[in-house]
């Protein structure tokens, strides 16, 4: 784990009209308001995961989540598969709420409760976690941080093997669209192109989470869920010892009250040295975090770069074909001009042959050698003019003779 970790948040609807009629809307679309209650409020299934590595299904409603992990509704509101929200990672008093890719899960202190689903990754983390808590006994890293690593190795992975495949689909694609130009493969990059921009959207948005909880040291100290517990467990025992305990300790402190005040002076030094180390602890304590969210921000960025490498290959793909399109059209007009050229001199040699088609007299029709002579003529002329316009294009550099 080190090793990896090293390099590696309604308008109100008008109503219709059959609602005030005495029909609910939902019946008016066929299910019942029970079925809306259940939507919304109903229990679904988690999968419960504690700090031993044990885990347990359990059924929960929206209101017992929030009580448990004191998480308002719209929190919650990002863990819905309704909902079509981007990655989030959400820093709570008493939770973590994480919603990268298909992981959706709640990080608390003790435990871990991950919305049950078949899906292949789920049950990958699920595993995982498990696996690493009963081992892993040596890491000193938090709980909640072992299960945010975990989420966060996952997310990675899933999106670099998308990026991947998708990668390998487009260049082979590519490759045979540069030597055959067809509509079906345009089709088919239209449609990879299309994939390309979403994938590009989520892993933006995972670096962008990512990015804002570096910048944001009040977050990332609002992640130490084992540590706020346990000052409050400490805080919480101090505030309830016996009356006898603070009697005994009274008493003591008025006999040493002189000895006090002889060392006032000494006491201060050791206070302040004392709140000196625990101000650099917590900022090792955050630096530490910066360190695993930063590492992952490497990876995410990397498969960002390798997205955009991807687009710009894909633009300048299209950028060659556009300029083939461009050379196969300009040889098109330059075989239209030749063309054009040949058959007005085709038209003027048929114009002079229908000349002696004509049903008149004249002296020089009497003789047919003059009719060759004409039709030779004629040839000679179109032949010469069609040679003399193609010295003229090649030497206006009109065409590529």
């Excluded at 999968?47 to 009580?67: E, P, Y």
């Excluded at 300029?323 to 001009?337: M, P, S």
């Amino acid at each position: 784990m080190d090793s990896f970790r090293r390099p590696s948040r309604y308008r109100d609807l008008s109503k219709p009209a059959s609602f005030h009629s005495g029909l609910s809307y939902a019946q008016c679309h066929g299910f019942a308001a029970s079925s809306v209650k259940k939507r919304g409020q109903g229990s679904r299934s988690w999968m419960q995961i504690d700090r031993d590595g044990n885990s347990q299904v359990v059924v929960l409603d929206k209101a017992t989540i929030m009580r448990r992990c004191s998480l308002p509704s719209r929190d919650l509101r990002i863990l819905d598969p309704l909902f079509d929200c981007h990655s989030t990672v959400l820093s709570r008093e008493k939770a973590i709420v994480i919603n990268l890719e298909q992981i959706r899960c709640i990080i608390m202190a003790d435990e871990v409760i991950l919305m049950n689903s078949v899906d292949s990754y789920v049950l990958q983390y699920a595993s995982e976690l498990c696996l690493r808590l009963k081992k892993d006994h040596t890491d000193d890293l938090p709980f909640e941080f072992k299960a945010l690593e975990l989420a966060l190795e996952i997310a990675c992975a899933l999106l670099d093997g998308q990026v991947n495949e998708l990668e390998i689909e487009i260049y082979s694609l590519l490759e045979e669209l540069t030597s055959s130009i067809s509509t079906s493969k345009l089709d088919h990059v239209r449609r990879l192109k299309s994939r390309l921009l979403d994938l590009t959207h989520r892993v933006q948005k995972v670096r962008d989470e990512l990015e804002n909880l570096m910048d944001d040291d009040g977050d990332m100290a609002e992640m130490y869920l084992s540590e706020k517990k346990s000052r409050a467990e400490e805080s919480a025992i101090a505030d309830h010892r016996p009356n006898g305990v603070i009697s005994e300790l009274d008493f003591g402190a008025s006999k040493t009250a002189l000895v006090s005040h002889l060392s006032s002076s000494s006491r201060l030094a050791q206070l302040e040295k004392a709140s000196s180390l625990k101000s650099s602890s917590s900022v090792i304590h955050i630096e530490e975090l910066e360190m695993l969210l930063e590492a992952y921000f490497v990876v995410v960025d990397n498969t960002l770069s390798n997205l955009l490498s991807l687009k710009e290959y894909i633009d300048d793909t299209e950028d060659f074909i556009n300029i083939k399109l461009d050379n196969v059209q300009n040889q098109l007009i330059q075989f239209g001009l030749l063309l054009s050229g040949a058959t007005f001199l085709v038209t003027a040699f048929a114009a002079v042959t229908a000349v002696f088609g004509t049903n008149f007299a004249d002296p020089v029709f009497d003789l047919p050698s003059n009719f060759d002579s004409a039709l030779i003529s004629t040839g000679f002329c179109c032949g010469s003019i069609y040679l003399f316009f193609l010295l003229y294009v090649k030497h206006r550099k009109l065409l590529d003779l």
